[in-house]
């Protein structure tokens, strides 16, 4: 009978050990996950809101998420596009939010001008307003190609688009940016200077 | 003729190829078979017009990976560790609470079925008492009790008795249908009798005389209060009844 009892008792204790080492080990995994994807995904959600504070605030909100819900994530290859997909979730409700405190927007504030030092950062500049012009569908699908080096057929699923609705939209967002450059050498002289 | 369609084939595959390149530079979608891409290379004009688009695509990516503020990482740690603490503690409260009001829930169905109302009359529920409490009395226990004690007992219900009614083993309040009322134990003949005294504003309905297979009982209205008997068959109701009458005084 004691041996029983003793035996329940350690038993618990491993049960206890078991809960804890979980708990640790997906500590771990969250914070791995923070450590590869919080650029990737910082950049995304300042390309959705074209607001810093509000990029960070979504980013927060994001990880949130996923900490909760992160015995769901089975595949850890899958990780950014579930990330990303938490993210335009949260995006969303953010945006019906506003729209019902029916708060007025305004122009987007494009990245700071202020520390521009070299032609690097003045190209960089003039460039991150006109892809802040790009229409949001032809932008969104061009910031996952380009940020999170996904495929053609991984965006489309992202963002349950057909896949030739994909490629068409990223063609023109480059076509757009390429028409830029060629007719605005003269305005980014001026800015040089 | 020939020409002009040879034309046409060679602008739609120009378009074709523009489409290709511009929407996907790093052949990430496997655009351009390895066929394809070997002849790009081998034609100056789309060689070019690749390479460009890939420069493009690389002013694009610096422009695009804008600068990630400074300690995200940290407070994106932080906060987790923060708003999981919160939970762990609003969980162990939550446990507490769940456990507390299992307790008392218990505690209320427990109450609610030792006294509560599965019975409608004064009888059923005197019986119900008296088996219920069957197990910590016996007729052989001391009797000690003094007219005085029992006397301080009754107060409470404006009453007393003149003299002794028997050797009474216990004098208890107890509850009765939710009435705070006294509970008498004395001994009889081969076994105790019960006697209660319940106030008046009753919801059970009176019975004058009631029994089971094992115990008979009968109750007498006061102005100020019910007196329940229950006892065994062999024992004489009537007899304890008048013993009550004859000593009980109300106090006005």
Redesign the interface.
Known sequence: MHRVDNHKVIRNKANAKQVSTNMITKQIRYEVLVRALHTDLYRYAYWLCHEKQVAEDLVQETFLRAWRALDSLKDEKAAKSWLITILRRENARRFERKRLEMSEYEEMSIADNSAVTNEQQIENNWLREKIALLPEEYREPLVLQIIGGFSGEEISKMLELNKNTVMTRLFRARNQLKDAFEKEPVMRGQYNG | MKKNQLCEVSTMDDLQF??GI????HN??K?FTDEVLAEINSNPIKKQLSN??KQ??D????????E??EG??N???L??TL??HQQQKRKSRIYLATAASVAFTIGLTFNFMQFSSAYDSLGDYALAHVYYEEAHFNNNMDAKISLASLNKKMAPFDGRFLSSLGQLISAEYCRFDEMKSLHLVFQGKTGIVTIFVVPKNNSLSFDDKFKDEKLNGTSQSFDKANIIIVAKPNESLQKWKRTINDNIQWSI
């Open positions: 523009r489409r511009y929407a996907d530079p990430k979608d655009t460009d688009i493009l695509d002013k694009i990516a610096k422009a695009i990976n804008v990630v503020p995200l990482v407070k994106l740690i906060r987790q708003v999981n």
